[in-house]
């Protein structure tokens, strides 16, 4: 009987929903487990409106010819079962598409965990957010990420929206983060940014000994997407490739 009750619990607990873009993140959306952060498994409505070249086309022909990244027989079926709609309803796999027709494609979505360490808010102004992100954490909604985000965790569980980021860091680094309240205000301070007058510092850990005098780095950063890695001065013998970069490194 235990065993069935860890089940019925587990499977409560990992209850699908159904979500539009105008459903923000809550708090009870997360689960926590072993230091790490879940999200409740959900459906989120993708939206298009129909385009003129998409009229007198059948609903699953649609998917199937622009969104050719699931097979065939998964539009059938996510028509039959209301997973595809047209003006919020339910049609038949032979539906003729009109042109501006709002069409809504509910996608399972089961985001990858992150830290279950919380996003501290340092300092609350009227028009700004200073905050600390723990690593694993994207700043924003991406990719496979939209609940567990710096932005909808503050969401959540502060109820601080809408934010503006100032400026990100990288999912895997910690650190301070600046939030407008609005949109001018974010914009004041990119302009801050771009014009020098602010400067970040970077704290990292290394292996070995480092050295005790200032060492200055200035090399060319290369990203290669598809191997997903950067690489630091790598040339194609008649140019530098990726972007100029120049740092300072003090012990």
């Known amino acids: 009987m235990k065993r069935k009750r860890g089940d019925e619990e587990r499977k409560e607990e990992m209850e699908i929903v159904w979500q539009t873009p105008a459903d923000p993140p809550e708090a009870q959306d997360y689960i926590f487990r072993h230091g790490r952060r879940y999200v409740r498994p959900y459906y989120f409505e993708f939206i298009s409106h129909g385009k003129n070249r998409w009229a007198g086309k059948t609903i699953v022909d649609l998917f199937a010819q622009e969104f050719k990244g699931r097979p065939y027989d998964y539009y059938v079926s996510a028509v039959k079962c209301g997973r595809i709609q047209v003006e919020g309803k339910m049609v038949p796999i032979s539906y003729p598409v009109k042109s501006s027709q709002k069409i809504s494609h509910f996608v399972h979505r089961h985001e990858p965990p992150v830290t279950a360490n919380g996003v501290s808010v340092l300092q609350e102004e009227p028009d700004v957010v200073t905050v600390c992100k723990p690593a694993s954490v994207p700043v924003h909604p991406c990719g496979q990420y939209r609940k567990n985000t710096v932005v909808g965790i503050l969401e959540a569980e502060h109820g601080l929206a809408p934010l503006f980021p100032v400026h990100r860091l990288d999912r895997l680094v910690s650190g301070l983060l600046i939030f407008a309240r609005s949109a001018s205000r974010a914009d004041l301070f990119r302009q801050q940014i771009e014009g020098g007058m602010v400067r970040k510092q970077y704290i990292a850990k290394v292996i070995g000994e480092f050295p005790e005098k200032e060492q200055l780095v200035d090399v060319n950063i290369n990203y290669n ?27």
């Open 225 to 251: 997407a598809r191997e997903g890695r950067s690489t630091a001065g790598v040339s194609n013998l008649t140019q530098l490739l990726g972007q100029s970069n120049c740092s300072f490194y003090i012990e």
